[in-house]
């Protein structure tokens, strides 16, 4: 996957918001389907406050530009990330559902998760698939789409 496109319009924009890229590292996370391209700045607090609200509104902006710019690109996902954020938010999530899992394994009773949005979900659902004995299905429809984690059925 070309990520120049991705990296020269966020350095731009980083450069415009005064923050000072110490480097930018590409990490290939295969098992999701992700790119993540990182860039370490002096600071970066202002984009990973919240919970990382800016930063997802970072990667909006940068999305809509590349796609006037080169067109939509169909190829690999990408995140902008941010002195590692979302490296680590992916982590913490994958930690939460192995915990899930866990005791879904101990007490043999399903656990619905909040509702999350796609990307969220798709680690959950790869999470689950790492580990034999559950599944993980899709429930609800728009906001309210969670994931619910069950003991797969021993015919499956």
């Known amino acids: 996957m070309n990520t120049e496109h991705h990296k020269e319009i966020a350095q731009k924009i980083l450069a415009y918001c005064g923050e000072e890229v110490l480097a930018v590292e590409t990490t290939i996370r295969s098992d999701l389907g992700v790119t ?3 860039f370490r700045l002096t600071d970066g607090k202002k984009f990973i406050y919240n919970q990382g609200e800016a930063l997802r509104a970072f990667n909006t902006v940068i999305r809509s530009i590349v796609e006037k710019n080169v067109g939509t690109l169909k190829e690999t996902a990408w995140l902008i990330d941010i002195n590692n954020f979302y490296f ?3 982590e913490d999530i994958q930690q939460g559902t192995r915990h899930i899992i ?4 101990k007490t043999g009773k399903p656990h619905d998760l909040p509702p999350q949005n796609p ?9 689950v698939q790492s580990d034999g004995h559950v599944i993980s299905t899709s ?3 728009g906001f309210e789409r969670h994931i619910v984690i069950s003991l797969k059925e021993s015919g499956e």
């Open 119 to 127: 990307f969220d979900r798709r680690i959950v659902h790869h999470t």
């Open 102 to 105: 866990e005791k879904v394994k």
């Open 139 to 141: 429930e609800g429809e």
């Open 36 to 38: 993540l391209i990182n």
């Open 88 to 90: 680590h938010y992916i």
